[in-house]
């Protein structure tokens, strides 16, 4: 077995995990704000696929990485736009719109897709990089780690951000309040619907950055469907962080190893059988359910629609 | 017990007035042109029953509702409340009973919650206001508590704290003391005289005489709406309690005792052996646990089970039917124990159950009348056969007791939760007063019908003792209790605190025992 662990295994399982796990994190941390506002946003699935969707494209159209994280920030957006309306103002199922949504996201991307892209399956060149001096000299985690796209550290920074946001100001205050009582937050003046809507727009940004992601970094290509149930994951990493985002972090970047090992070890061609090892990660989500899910706290108010007055 | 009010001289105006209101809601009037008067330095309790319109009162004070006629005066100019915000701006704060806290959320973040959106809450200036105010009234709460994590008593003493913080001068406690302890309700009794003290006004809503008496300084009574009485604090303090009680009795209750009582059942005493024997019986209940209930009724009696509505008697009830576990306690019909037995043994056994949920658990809304008939008998023959429906047999039965109890419906087919609430309560009583019933329990039968039909159901009780059958007749309404009982039995916090015949005395001993002041 010593052959296994080599530097270089050591770094692309690192690096795997970092590159699987980042959208994770994304859809997690996005979700985690939607839930916290008492949202249950199902369709963040379908966020994640159209922001890979439109990433992609901007990405394609205009050569810029940049410009293509902002487009995929506004596909995911876009598919928040009918959520807000549908289940915040108009107080409809969350569940059914959520299923709703991702449903349409997977058809229509790739119906476009297939139209667009008939004859050619154009790639994205790779995203340039940017080393930070130092650390990305340490063996292992360096380059796994500290050599990666810009992108990469503003998520993580993200992360930060979310988690001062829910500690230290006033609009965390209100997502915790619209979330739990939010008959309390109306009464201090505060409108449940405008933060409601406020968080189902951030989780669809956030989401459709992750979908991006995959699409123009992990990928470098849109394939239909592409997300494959990441956004799910990230529902089931918010609601076992419990509302703290950098419980988010370590859960995705644990799902993301096990997501990334399947790639190492079948590289590394250990002998076990390929559908072994691609179920690791989806174990991995069932243990995690078994060991944990029964202390995963959710908001009271989740899933309901505020009226005002009503008990 | 009584304090004298610690106002300095009598300002000229009240700091808050109802002038005559009148609130109508769809086939009710509220409040029927009641006037009330708030002085600052005192606690003005607002006494009243279940829908003596005591919460539409304060919900015009809180800015919750407007009325439809008469006016709102604050310190003798006329206001529109439209809003809580607006109660607020004019110093009014009210103190729900439901918590308006966020439970997940710290003591100072409560406070701190509705700034703009980026800044910072300011958490350290709340806390200092919060401690300067909690010195003041003489109360400690620590700020960075989880709400959650207190009492329910601690989370009253944090709204009332919030609402002095944002300057007001009105406070109203709406059933403040319904869900705490008792102890928690006498450090709130505490707490409103050292609010009166600092020249504070407060609205305390009960329907609990004795707190009443314990904290208020000036009295008003609520009965169906109407104003019926009010007692200012030099007349109260001159009554004394023992003399108060039995004026807030007279009001709360009615004031034409032994007249109608007189004119009560006509029918003779019945005596004998008891049909219906129950010793001991205690249920578990989180909100209202039941115990030591010993209670028997002969056949052709009635017993009434007074008492203010969730005190128990649904608990009582339910246990009784089979539909919750007894903790301890024997049930004998007939001097068979039924207490093992599950609903549909007592029930094979005469022992019928009116429930007063008629919709929710009594009948399925969208089966038809036919179905809804034999809802506690499915399968049985002869409207099953092998498991097979009967529809002949099923529909004749339908059709006999639709025109025995006259139950009206365009036919037996018709869904039952299309029909009137007094339609639905015909079939409920064809249901569990036809075939073998030996002993019936009605759950407040005649709650939210018309009088023709509350006529009618009260006949039909009647006519279900005259053919032998031993009653409980559970109702919050004491007229129906005195109008149809032979003895009244009084529940109170989970016990019968008291069984009297129904004579001339009854009103008024059933009233005190209702309100828990046991002489």
């Not at chain 1, 001096?133 to 993200?158: K, Q, T």
């Not at chain 2, 400690?140 to 002095?164: C, F, H, K, M, T």
């Amino acid at each position: 077995m010593s052959g296994l662990f080599t530097e270089a295994f050591l770094t692309s399982l690192v690096l795997g995990a970092l590159t699987a796990g980042l959208p994770l994190m994304l859809a997690g941390l996005g979700e985690q704000i939607s839930e916290k506002a008492g949202v249950l946003n199902i369709g963040i699935e379908g966020m994640m696929l159209f922001g890979a969707y439109l990433g992609f494209l901007v990405a394609y159209a205009t050569g810029s990485v940049w410009l293509g994280f902002l487009g995929g920030g506004l596909g995911g957006m876009l598919v928040a736009a009918p959520m807000a309306l549908f289940c915040i103002r108009m107080g409809l199922s969350q569940i059914v719109i959520g299923i709703a949504l991702t449903l349409g996201a997977e058809g229509l991307t790739a119906l476009l897709h297939h139209f667009q892209f008939a004859q050619s399956y154009p790639r994205l060149p790779a995203v340039e990089t940017l080393a930070i001096p130092g650390l990305s000299a340490i063996p292992v985690i360096g380059p796994a780690l500290f050599d990666r796209p810009p992108i990469v550290y503003l998520a993580v920074l993200a992360v930060a951000a979310t988690a001062y946001v829910f500690r230290s100001t006033q609009l965390g205050l209100a997502l915790q309040a619209a979330g739990d009582k939010p008959a309390a937050l109306d009464a201090a003046g505060v409108d449940v619907v405008r933060v409601r809507t406020f968080a189902v727009f951030s989780t669809g940004f956030l989401a459709g950055i992750g979908g991006a992601f995959m699409s123009q970094v992990g990928a470098g290509i849109f394939v239909p469907f592409m997300t494959n149930g990441a956004g799910f994951i990230g529902i089931v990493l918010a609601m076992q962080a419990r509302g703290r985002p950098l419980w988010v972090l370590a859960g995705a970047l644990l799902f993301g190893a096990c997501l990334s090992a399947t790639t190492a070890l079948q590289v590394a061609g250990v002998s076990i059988p390929t559908d072994v090892i691609q179920m690791l990660p989806f174990a991995a989500v069932l243990m995690v359910l078994v060991l944990f899910g029964r202390r995963a706290s959710l908001p009271p108010a989740l899933g309901t629609h505020y009226v005002r007055g009503a008990r | 017990m009584t304090q004298t009010p610690n106002a300095a001289p009598m300002p000229p105006h009240p700091i808050v007035a109802l002038d005559q209101v009148t609130k109508r809601f769809p086939g009710v009037v509220a409040n029927d042109r009641v006037s009330f008067e708030l002085w600052p330095g005192e606690v003005h309790v607002l006494l009243g029953e279940n829908g003596a319109g005591k919460s539409t009162l304060v919900g015009m004070l809180s800015g919750l509702q407007l009325p439809d006629e008469g006016g709102v005066l604050v310190e003798g100019r006329e206001v529109r409340i439209a809003s809580p915000a607006r109660a607020l701006e004019l110093g009014i704060g009210t103190v729900f009973q439901h918590s308006m806290l966020v439970p997940s959320l710290s003591v100072v973040d409560n406070m701190a919650l509705g700034g703009p959106w980026w800044s910072r809450p300011d958490r350290a200036g709340v806390a200092r206001r919060m401690a300067a105010v909690c010195a003041e009234i003489g109360v400690a709460i620590d700020p960075e508590a989880r709400v959650g994590s207190l009492s329910l008593g601690e989370q009253q003493q944090v709204e009332i704290v919030r609402a002095l913080m944002r300057g007001s001068r009105v406070l109203i406690l709406d059933e403040a003391t319904a869900m705490l302890t008792p102890k928690g309700a006498e450090d709130l009794g505490a707490l409103m005289g050292r609010l009166t003290r600092l020249g504070i006004a407060v609205v305390f809503i009960t329907h609990k005489l004795n707190e009443a008496l314990a904290f208020g300084h000036r009295i008003t009574v609520l009965r169906l709406g109407r104003k019926v009485g009010e007692i200012a604090p030099e007349r109260l303090v001159a009554l004394g309690p023992a003399a108060a009680t039995a004026e807030i009795v007279r009001l709360m209750f009615g004031t034409h005792a032994g007249t109608e009582a007189a004119g009560g059942p006509p029918r003779a005493r019945p005596a004998g052996a008891p049909l219906l024997d129950i010793e001991g019986l205690a249920v578990d209940d989180a909100s209202v646990p039941v115990a030591g209930i010993d209670l028997s009724v002969a056949p052709g009696e009635i017993v009434g089970l007074a008492g203010i509505d969730g005190n128990g008697q649904k608990q009582f009830a339910e246990a009784l039917a089979g539909q919750r576990r007894l903790a301890a306690g024997r049930i004998r019909l007939g001097g068979e124990a039924i207490e093992r037995l599950d609903v549909g043994g007592r029930r094979e056994r005469g022992l019928r159950y009116v429930t007063d949920d008629r919709l929710g658990e009594g009948t399925v809304g969208s089966f038809p009348i036919s179905l809804n008939l034999l809802l506690k008998q499915v399968g049985e023959a002869p409207f099953w056969r092998h498991g097979i429906e009967q529809p002949e047999a099923i529909a004749t039965h339908a059709r006999r007791l639709v025109g025995e109890y006259d139950v009206r419906t365009p036919g037996i087919e018709t869904a039952i939760g299309k029909l009137s609430g007094g339609n639905i309560q015909k079939a409920l009583l064809a249901r569990e007063l036809s075939g073998q019933a030996r002993a019936v329990i009605f759950a407040k039968p005649t709650y939210g019908l018309d009088v023709q039909n509350i006529r009618a159901t009260r006949q039909r009780i009647r006519e279900a003792a005259d053919r032998g059958l031993a009653v409980i007749l559970i109702s919050t309404d004491l007229e129906e209790v005195l109008e149809l009982s032979d003895r009244v039995a009084v529940m109170s916090r989970g016990r019968i605190v008291g069984v009297v015949d129904n004579n001339a005395e009854a009103r008024s001993r059933v009233g005190e025992l209702m309100s828990g002041v046991t002489a």
